[in-house]
């Protein structure tokens, strides 16, 4: 067929499974690898798609070429034929790119992609083993000299290729020409790994994850890691070319048609492609595909095999021990260093995105350089902020967003320094926060706040016992160091405590309501209510504590906290009998007898302002050896013994929405499909 007819005219991905020279890779017959055929095969441009929709739209035309491959592969190898015609290219990537050979870079590219396309669909339809298998396959031929050379060119090739794509990343810069091959190598590593999607069992039982781990491989992770956080920090937008821009000639390789004369074009002989699907990009839109791809690379790469006390996830070590280039520390040599500054200022500006907080976390938790460096920002408000933004709007996020960013608020709650400074700095323009205009604001204080109203809202609806836990263990480390908390956030506080003494009556009147119901429903409430009371006088205790830290560390700096104590004393009556609540009612009530003393010696009828002024008076004056010391409130966050029953779900769901690679939710059998997945 000539280029005419298959040519630039081409509009849909309809033609693709006609396409003839796929048909015959994908055919009954094994391709030598010194045969034209490949030359042609690889010699087009084709407008690869960028978001799901059109990734689902070309795999379901070539649906029919990939189940022929399927079927035929075993017989023909001619997928192990595509990829030793692409190994001997890794090491000329780079001159490519310097010499600008475009042909090269374009056949490249379209090599990786058709690998990419090939390994995915393998991975969504095949067990690991007969995965495996399309690696090493090799036709049967009448002459032994060249089978023998076929079954050394198939040894390890899985090996061999996850090394190949390794070594591209690594390598190869970021030009407007490079920059759709490094983002294809990406997508096709993701999808090399995607096999996990399809089976349950742990990483560490899978032979394609235990090669990435070890070996070769293994020795690439400081590199690859420090070039994948490269790009994250850079955030390099993609070429106009990479969308379909209309000012480009062909789309995704920037540059690469219009170079090569058309003499040239005529000489290779081969269809040119051009699928016109131009993705109309709105001005929010991230064009930062790169750098979104390689942190989903970098997420995979770190949350797999860590589970295994023998050895060490090569990719998660690198994360933990690299450091400031700024310091004058000198680093390991297996360590690197990167700019934290940067680093501070992508993830601060991108910290929405469910991807940015899972790197929080890993970060803050894994590697104590960064959380040093975080911690000694006096610009933290860039990063809490918008953190708490996602806390606020939690009905509106994914609920793993949600808890993975109140567990960044709580381990940077571990340390005292985060919890003064937060308060030494003072918050304007909440336009989001719509419960109540707020002015003099610290942000310590709207920390307080949000984390009162979490728990509250978490209470009320959603009742996940990890989610309001963690909100009260980072409220008890900040207690101590509270200062001049806002009326209205004193008010936050006293105000949950009424609410939790109510459901605590709601539920004890259930429970003695029991008796006259059916046997049946009697064991059904009492098993209910039981649950329910158990968990809410855990959480009043905890709030108790946390007000008794705030009396017993930092009372001459909450005249507000006392206010409203003291407004509402007659709380804390219901409490005074209990035997889990007795001790520490005891020394809030020592303190509320002390302030009520105090203003009944005001002669005159008390005003709000007066009362205050008392208190503040008060505060300062107020012996401190009337209060009984109890042990400091610290808590610091441990992860569960198996990290991976979460963050392997979690990170590929991320994968499933974020990569603009389609999946098979139907195929899927890691995690459940959601609408909020």
């Known amino acids: 067929m000539t280029s005419n007819a298959m040519g630039a005219e ?42 799901i929709q059109d990734s689902k739209l070309m795999e379901e035309s070539i649906e029919p070429i990939l189940k022929s491959l399927l079927n035929n592969n075993i017989e023909t190898g001619n ?17 490519a790119i310097q010499t600008e050979n475009h042909v090269f870079i374009l056949q490249t590219f379209n090599a990786i992609f058709i690998i990419r396309m090939c390994l995915k669909y393998f991975a969504q339809t095949l067990p690991e083993d007969a995965f495996l298998k399309q690696f090493s396959a090799i036709p049967i031929l009448q002459n032994s000299l060249e089978y023998a050379s076929l079954v050394g060119e198939r040894v390890l090739l899985d090996s061999r290729l996850i090394h190949a794509f390794f070594q591209i990343l690594i390598d190869t810069p970021v030009t407007p020409v490079s920059y759709a091959l490094l983002w294809e190598t990406i997508n096709a590593t993701i999808s090399l790994l995607s ?68 003499g040239v ?31 989903l690379l970098l997420l995979i790469l770190v949350n797999h095999c860590t589970n295994d006390r023998t050895n060490i996830n090569p990719y998660l070590q690198s994360l933990c021990t690299f450091t400031n280039n700024s310091s004058s520390e000198t ?21 929405n995105d469910n991807q940015i907080s899972l790197f929080l976390y890993l970060i803050l938790h894994k590697n104590a350089n960064v959380k040093a460096y975080i911690l000694s920002r006096t610009d933290i408000d860039l990063l809490l902020i918008p953190i708490l933004k996602i806390l606020y709007n939690a009905e509106d996020n994914n609920i793993h ?77 900040m207690s101590a160091h509270f200062r001049q908390l806002h009326p209205y956030v004193s008010h936050k506080l006293v105000n949950l405590l009424q609410f939790l003494a109510k459901k605590h009556n709601r539920i004890l009147t259930l429970a ?21 009371l158990d968990i809410i006088e855990d959480v009043i205790r905890m709030v108790l504590e946390i007000v008794n830290s705030i009396l017993s560390n930092a009372l001459q700096y909450n005249p507000n906290v006392v206010y409203s104590l003291l407004y509402h004393r007659e709380l804390f009556e219901q409490f005074r009998n209990h035997p889990g609540f007795a001790d520490i009612v005891s020394n809030v009530d020592k303190v509320l007898d002390y302030f009520t003393r105090l203003l009944e010696l005001e002669d005159s009828a ?70 909020n997945v």
């Not at 929010?284 to 791809?293: G, I, R, S, V, Y």
């Not at 680093?331 to 910290?351: A, G, M, N, R």
């Not at 029991?514 to 329910?532: H, I, K, Q, R």
């Open 401 to 477: 967003h949600v808890y993975i960013s109140l567990i960044n608020i709580l381990i940077l709650s571990e340390d005292d320094s985060f919890n003064e400074a937060i308060h030494e700095i003072v918050v304007t323009d909440l336009l989001w926060y719509s419960d109540r205009v707020l002015s003099k604001l610290s942000l310590g204080g709207l920390v307080v706040a949000i984390l009162l109203r979490t728990i509250h809202c978490n209470i009320t609806r959603t009742r996940d016992k990890y989610l309001h836990t963690n909100c009260l263990a980072a409220l008890a480390n």
């Open 79 to 95: 997928f192990g034929a595509l990829i030793t015609i692409l190994l001997p290219r890794i090491d000329e990537i780079k001159v």
């Open 195 to 262: 096999i996990k999607l399809y089976d349950d069992r742990s990483p560490l039982s899978s032979v394609l994850f235990q090669t990435v781990m070890s070996g070769k491989c293994a020795h690439q992770a400081a590199a690859l890691i420090k070039t994948l956080l490269g790009h994250l920090i850079a955030r390099q937008p993609a070429p106009a070319s990479f969308t379909g821009s209309k000012t480009t000639s062909h789309g995704l390789i920037y540059g690469i048609t219009s170079a090569i004369a058309s």
């Open 331 to 351: 680093p390991d040599h297996k360590e690197f260093t990167l700019d934290f500054s940067q680093l501070y200022s992508v993830v601060c500006e991108q910290i």
């Open 606 to 675: 008390p005003s709000v302002d007066s009362v205050l002024a008392v208190i503040e008076t008060g505060v300062q004056r107020m012996p401190r050896d009337r209060i009984k010391r109890f042990p400091d409130l610290r808590f610091r966050y441990i992860e569960e013994e198996s990290p991976e029953e979460f963050f392997i779900p979690y990170l590929w769901s991320l994968v499933y929405k974020s990569s603009g690679l389609y999946w098979n939710h139907e195929l899927i059998t890691l995690f459940p499909l959601i609408n």
């Open 10 to 51: 081409s509009s849909s991905f309809s033609e693709l499974c006609n396409n003839e020279l796929l048909r015959r890779f994908a055919g009954g017959d094994p391709i030598s690898r010194h045969d034209p055929f490949w030359n042609q095969l690889l010699s087009f441009s084709f407008q690869i798609p960028t978001n």
């Open 265 to 295: 074009w005529k000489i290779l002989t081969f269809p040119l492609y051009v699928v016109r699907k131009p993705v109309e990009l709105e001005v929010e839109q991230d064009t930062c595909f790169l750098a979104n791809q390689s942190l």
């Open 512 to 532: 003695s309501s029991s008796p006259s119901l059916t046997e049946t429903d009697s064991v059904s409430v009492a098993m209910d209510t039981n649950n329910g």
